[in-house]
């Protein structure tokens, strides 16, 4: 069972700075891609940033300039470096991996740690 395990949320002012990290139990070469997704309560997902296994990059306009995405194979984590936080900024954010095996496209999610931006 491949584990997502999510932290470096918490609570920041309007302009500030946060690191989130994802560890993960399995080698994060092997997916084809990995995510982070944010939610409001009650709402759908929104994706934030996404990392492919070649490396690159797409993000969520919203984001574009102030957040980076990025992963370290050595250790099996990926992260998201936010800087200058908006209060719209705040939600849950999970972290999201997925990869094909047997011909079949298998999806992992984590439990989501709280950004918080207060203005």
């Known amino acids: 069972q491949v584990e997502l395990e999510e932290s470096g949320g918490g609570l920041v002012q309007a302009g500030g700075s946060l690191r989130l990290a994802c560890v993960v139990s399995?080698?994060?070469?092997?997916?084809?891609?990995m995510d982070w997704y944010r939610q409001d309560l009650g709402k759908q997902e929104d994706l934030v940033a996404r990392?492919?296994?070649?490396?690159?990059?797409e993000y969520a306009d919203s984001v574009k300039g102030r957040f980076t995405i990025s992963k370290d194979g050595a250790k099996n984590t990926m992260y998201l470096q936010m800087n200058s936080l908006k209060p719209e900024d705040t939600d849950v954010y999970f972290c999201h991996a997925r990869r094909t095996m047997w011909q079949k496209e298998i999806e992992y999610w984590g439990r989501g740690t709280q950004v918080t931006v207060s203005s």
């Open positions: 399995d080698d994060i070469l092997t997916f084809d891609a």
């Open positions: 990392i492919f296994k070649d490396g690159r990059t």
